[in-house]
Structures are given as C-alpha cells and as structure tokens.
Nanobody, 130 residues
C-alpha cells in the first residue's frame, strides 16, 4: 500500500504563488507516474498535471500550462506543484495521485482520468482571492 499526504495549500492573492508538496510513504518503490488533480465546489475532479517516474516527462492541463510546474524528488518520495500567477479560478481542493503502473505511455485519456490512479491523498485547499 501507498499513502499520500499533501501540504502547502492556503490562501493566496491573484497573481501570487503557492507550492504544494505530496509526500509518499509505504511501498513507494511501486509508484510510477504521479499526478495532481483539483476539485472545485460543485464540479468534477479535473486533471492538473502528471509526471513520469523519472521526472523526465510532464503534461499539464491547458488551464495551467505556463503557470504551474510539476516536479518530483524520488530520494524524498515527494512530488511538488509550483503554482505561479494564480487566478481565482484556481481555487479548489488539490489532490495528489499515484499509480502502480505507468500511465503516461498509454495516452492522455488515461493519465488525465482520475479513475486511472490507485492512490490518493486527502487533499489540500487552495483559495485564491481577487
């Protein structure tokens, strides 16, 4: 089993920055791709970004491309999401996800679907004020 815990959420002003972290524990050697999703009130959980096991391949939702950066430190079993130029529409609960199989090579329909991931953190709230 793998446990994920997010941290770093909070309140930011529009145009500001936040850095989210997701620490993995347990059978971390079984983790392949890791992703970030978010869910705003009354909306479905949506894909934000994904990173490969090596960290060499990343993808982003169009809504965050150029503003958010995903990275991972496998020595620390941690994945990060640097969020810059925040907008009020970025307000949501952000979830870290991981899978025990490689998803990126299967295409965007897999890595962007929350149903593809085995493990989830409890989420961290991000609120951006205008």
């Amino acid at each position: 089993q793998v446990q994920l815990v997010e941290s770093g959420g909070g309140l930011a002003q529009a145009g500001g920055s936040l850095r989210l972290s997701c620490a993995a524990s347990g059978r971390t050697s079984s983790i392949y791709d890791m992703g970030w999703f978010r869910q705003a009130p009354g909306k479905e959980r949506e894909f934000v970004s994904v990173i490969s096991r090596s960290g060499g391949t990343t993808y982003y939702a169009d809504s965050v491309k150029g503003r958010f950066t995903i990275s991972r430190d496998n020595a620390k079993n941690t994945v990060y999401l640097q969020m810059n130029s925040l907008k009020p529409e970025d307000t949501a609960v952000y979830y870290c996800a991981a899978d025990s199989s490689p998803l990126i090579w299967r295409g965007s329909s897999f890595f962007s679907s929350h149903r593809s991931y085995d493990y989830w953190g409890p989420g961290t709230q991000v609120t951006v004020s205008s």
